[in-house]
C-alpha cells in the first residue's frame, strides 16, 4: 500500500500591507456600489431586483398567468444569478409587492406581505407572487436583442446587463442606498407627470430643469401626505440632484356632539411605520410633553385612522398639530440624494433633467436594438417567402427532386438557385402545408412584410423618426398610469406650512411649578412643587444643599461658571427628584477644575453684571448669554488664576461691591459698560484678595442686605461709601453682615 505524498508547502510571499488592504477594499468597494447599493439610471433597478424580474420572466409569471410560491422565485434567484442569503433576496421581492412602501408595484404578491404597522411578511413558503404589467414594461423587448446580457457567477447562464425599461422606473418608484463612501435616496414620483417632462425634454432637447419642475411639481409618495417645501427649495433641489422635501401627515377636523372635536389623521409621511409614531405620540403624552393632547386612538382598517383627542375644545387645532409635527414623525423630512451609475459603469449625481435624459437615451437606444433584430427576422422570413413561391411554382419538381436525390438540398440550390435557407427552409416543410402555398398569401405576407421593412429601414436611419416612436411609446405609458386611473393619479399633494413664526412653548410643555436643587458636588435634579425652606431634601453622604430655586417646567434655567461662560438647561429636560440626580458634566461641558458660581430662571429682556474675583466686570443683556449648546457661551474673559465669582440682576442706578477685604464700595451705575462679552472694567481696586460680592440697587431706596436666616436690614445713610468706580471703599456701615456677602435671594433688591 502506498502512501500519498503531500505536497511540499508554497513558499511564503512578503507583501505591503498597505498596498493590499488598498487594493482588497478598493475591490469590495467597487463591488458595493456597482453591484449592490446604487441603481442603474437606464432601468433604475439595482441587481437584486433586476435578477428578481427576470427569473420571474423565465419562471413565465408574467401579469395574467398563475401565481407561484414565492419560494421557487428565491430559489431559482440564489441558485442562478445572485449568490446571497435567502432572506435578503426575499425582502428584496416582499418590497417589490407592498403598494406601501413602492409608488408602482413590480410584483403582485398574494398572501401576507406585512403592513405599514412594520409587521414583517409571511415566510417564502406561505406567499405567492406573479409580475405586474409594470414589470412588464421594464421587460418588455427583453428577448429581443434589445439589451446585452453576461454571463451569471457560474458561467452557466446569461442574465441582462440592464432591462429594457419601457416604465421610467429610477424616479417612479425611488431608491435608497448606502454603499461606501457614497449613498443615494431617490423619492418616488409620479409616473404621468414624469412622462410629460420627458415628452418635452424630446420636443426641446435643451429644456431647464426649472421648466421641468413646473411638470414633476415634486415627488408622489404610495402613503401619500402633504409636502410643505417651498418651491425655491424643491427648485434647487431638482437642479443639484441633492436636497430634500418636508412630508407632514393629512389630517381634518372632525366634530362630534355638543361642540366637541378631534383631529383625524389618514395619511402619514412615508416610510414612516404607524405602531412606532402610535407608540412615540403615547410616550410624549406619559410624559406630560404634550399638554394640548388629552389622548390619541388608532382606529385604522384597511385605511389609516388615527384619532387625536384635544385636552379641552377649547384648544387651537393649528398650535395642536403644529406641535406634533415638531415632536413627532408626523412630520418627517426625505433626502434627496440622486446618486447612480450612469451606463452601469460610473456613479454620480445627476439632476432631474440628468436623469431623464439618459432614460431617453436608453429607450432610444433599445428601440434602435429592437428594430434591427425585427430587420435580420424579417430579412429572414422574406428569404424564406421566396423561396417557398420558387417551390410552389415548381411543385413537381421540387418534390422529385426530394424523392430522387440522395443529396437533395444542393440539387435544389443549384437548380432553382435558391439560397441555402431557402433550401432548408423547402426541406423542412411539412406535407400539409402544400395546400397552404398559394401564391397569392405569399405575395401578400411578402407584401406585408416589404412594407413592414421599409419603414423600419427608415426608422433606424432617422433620429427625427426614432424620437418620434419613443415619443408614442412614452405617450401610452403616460396614457396607462394617467391622473384618472385608480393607480396614476397623484396621492401626494403641495401646501405650505401654516404662517405660525412660533409654537408656544405652552404648547410643547405643561407648564407646572418644580423646584430646582443643585448639591455643593454639582448634582443637579428638580421636584415637583414648589418646595419651602422648611422642605426636607435628600442628598448624597457628604453632600450638602448650594442652590434651590423654584421654576416651572416651560423655564430655561442659566448657569454662570468660574469660567465666565453661561450655559442653559430646559427645565423640563432636568432628571427627576426621586433620586439624588444627576452630576451637571453629564449635560454641559463644564471642565473638572471650575465650578458653579450661580444658578437662575431665565427671564428675556433683562439685565445682569458678572464680575470675576480680581474686580473686573460689566452689564450684559440676560437675552445674550443664553445658548442652547453643550458647550456653553463665553462671556466674561478670565485667564490665569481669575476666574468669574458673580452675577447680580440689575435693578437700580447705583452698584454696591464688596471685597474679600471687607470694604464695600458704591457708585453709579452708568460707570459700568454694557457688553456681550469681554474682560470688563474694574469695579474695585484690591491691594491684596480680591472681590465677594455685588450688588445692584436704587439710592433712594437704600441698600439691603440679608444675613444667613435670611433677615433683611436697610443701610439709607450712604453718602460715606459712595464713590467712583475703582476706588477702594471703606469698611461697612455698624451692622452690616460679616460674611462678606449682601444675601438674599438672586436679583432681590
Known amino acids: 500500500m502506498t502512501k500519498a505524498v503531500t505536497p511540499p508547502p508554497e513558499p511564503e510571499q512578503e507583501i505591503n500591507l498597505r498596498e493590499a488592504l488598498e487594493t482588497r477594499y478598493l475591490a469590495y468597494a467597487l463591488s458595493t456600489i456597482m453591484h449592490r447599493a446604487l441603481p442603474d439610471v437606464r432601468d433604475g433597478l439595482k441587481p437584486v431586483h433586476r435578477r428578481v424580474l427576470f427569473a420571474m420572466r423565465q419562471l413565465k409569471l408574467d401579469p395574467g398567468s398563475g401565481f407561484k410560491k414565492s419560494a421557487r422565485v428565491v430559489g431559482d434567484v440564489i441558485g ?51 409580475l405586474t404589467a409594470v414589470a412588464g414594461l421594464l421587460l418588455e ?46 423619492p418616488p414620483h409620479n409616473a404621468a407627470e414624469l412622462c410629460e417632462a420627458a415628452l418635452h425634454l424630446i420636443k426641446y432637447p435643451n429644456a431647464r430643469n426649472e421648466k421641468l419642475v413646473e411638470m414633476v411639481p415634486g415627488p408622489d409618495f404610495p402613503t401619500g401626505g402633504i409636502i410643505v417645501e417651498s418651491r425655491a427649495a424643491i427648485a434647487e433641489a431638482y437642479a443639484t440632484g441633492r436636497g430634500g422635501f418636508r412630508v407632514r401627515a393629512r389630517w381634518e377636523k372632525e366634530e362630534l356632539a355638543r361642540g366637541g372635536w378631534q383631529i383625524v389623521v389618514t395619511e402619514i409621511p412615508y416610510q414612516v411605520q404607524k405602531s412606532k409614531l402610535v407608540e412615540k405620540l403615547a410616550e410624549l403624552l406619559q410624559a406630560r410633553k404634550l399638554p394640548l393632547l388629552e389622548d390619541v386612538r388608532d382606529e ?69 436594438r429592437r428594430s434591427n433584430f425585427r430587420l435580420d427576422k424579417i430579412a429572414r422570413r422574406l428569404e424564406a417567402l421566396e423561396g417557398y413561391l420558387v417551390a410552389y411554382l415548381n411543385l413537381d419538381e421540387v418534390i422529385r427532386i426530394i424523392r430522387e436525390e440522395d443529396e437533395p438540398k444542393p440539387k435544389l440550390m443549384k437548380r432553382f438557385k435558391l439560397s441555402d435557407n431557402q433550401a432548408e427552409a423547402i426541406l ?138 453661561f450655559y442653559t438647561l430646559e427645565a423640563t429636560k432636568l432628571p427627576g427628584g426621586r433620586g439624588h440626580g444627576e452630576p451637571l458634566r453629564l449635560t454641559i461641558d463644564m471642565d473638572e477644575s471650575h465650578d458653579v458660581v450661580e444658578i437662575f430662571v431665565h427671564r428675556p429682556g433683562r439685565k445682569l453684571i458678572v464680575a470675576s474675583h480680581e474686580g473686573n466686570g460689566f452689564v450684559v443683556p440676560e437675552d445674550e448669554v443664553v445658548a442652547m449648546r453643550r458647550a456653553g457661551k463665553q462671556v466674561l474673559n478670565v485667564g490665569g488664576t481669575d476666574e468669574a465669582a458673580v452675577c447680580a440682576v440689575l435693578q437700580g442706578d447705583h452698584v454696591a461691591v464688596i471685597g474679600e477685604n471687607r470694604k464695600l464700595l458704591l457708585f453709579p451705575l452708568n460707570e459700568l459698560p454694557e457688553m456681550t462679552r469681554g474682560k470688563g472694567v474694574r469695579l474695585q481696586r484690591y491691594a491684596e484678595k480680591g472681590l465677594a460680592d455685588v450688588k445692584c440697587f436704587t439710592l433712594k431706596e437704600g441698600l439691603t442686605v440679608y444675613d444667613r436666616g435670611g433677615r433683611a436690614r436697610a443701610f439709607s445713610d450712604l453718602k460715606d461709601w459712595r464713590g467712583s468706580r475703582a476706588q477702594a471703599g471703606r469698611l461697612p456701615p455698624k451692622g452690616f453682615t460679616s460674611e462678606r456677602k449682601f444675601g438674599g435671594p438672586f436679583g432681590a433688591a
Open 141 to 186: 423587448g427583453l428577448e429581443e436583442d434589445t439589451v446585452d446580457f453576461r454571463e451569471t457567477y457560474d458561467g452557466e447562464d446569461k442574465e441582462p446587463i440592464v432591462l429594457p425599461g419601457a416604465f421610467p422606473q429610477l424616479l417612479a418608484n425611488g431608491a435608497s442606498g448606502i454603499a461606501v463612501g457614497m449613498a443615494t435616496s431617490i
Open 428 to 565: 423542412n416543410m411539412r406535407l400539409r402545408s402544400l395546400r397552404k402555398l398559394e401564391e397569392m398569401e405569399i405575395r401578400g405576407e411578402h407584401k406585408l412584410l416589404s412594407g413592414e421593412q421599409k419603414e423600419l429601414k427608415g426608422l433606424v436611419k432617422s433620429e427625427d423618426k426614432q424620437w418620434a416612436r419613443v415619443a408614442e411609446e412614452i405617450k401610452e405609458v403616460r396614457t396607462t398610469f394617467g391622473p384618472k386611473t385608480d393607480l396614476g393619479k397623484r396621492r401626494t399633494t403641495f401646501a405650505e406650512a401654516p404662517a405660525i413664526d412660533f409654537v408656544p412653548v405652552e404648547a410643547m410643555i405643561e407648564k407646572e411649578p418644580i423646584t430646582v436643587v443643585c448639591s455643593k458636588k454639582g448634582w443637579i435634579r428638580s421636584m415637583k412643587g414648589h418646595l419651602g425652606p422648611d422642605a426636607d431634601i435628600k442628598y448624597k453622604e457628604g453632600d450638602g444643599e448650594k442652590f434651590i430655586l423654584h421654576a416651572e417646567t416651560t423655564d430655561k434655567i442659566l448657569i454662570f461658571a468660574t469660567d465666565g461662560r
Open 300 to 368: 385604522s382598517a384597511e385605511e389609516i385612522r388615527l384619532v387625536l383627542v384635544p385636552k379641552s375644545r377649547t384648544v387651537d387645532e393649528t398650535h395642536l398639530m403644529e406641535s406634533l409635527f415638531r415632536t413627532t414623525e408626523l412630520e418627517n423630512r426625505f433626502p434627496l440624494n440622486l446618486n447612480v451609475l450612469s451606463a452601469g459603469q460610473v456613479p454620480g449625481v445627476m439632476s432631474l433633467r440628468e436623469a431623464l435624459r439618459a432614460w431617453l437615451d436608453h429607450r432610444k437606444e433599445v428601440l434602435v
Open 80 to 130: 442562478r444569478y445572485h449568490p446571497h442569503g435567502d432572506q435578503s433576496v426575499y425582502d428584496a421581492l416582499v418590497r417589490l409587492a407592498q403598494s406601501f412602501s413602492v409608488r408602482y408595484p413590480l410584483v403582485d404578491g398574494q398572501g401576507n406581505f406585512g403592513n405599514v404597522d412594520g409587521d414583517n411578511a409571511a415566510a417564502m413558503r406561505y406567499t405567492e407572487a406573479r
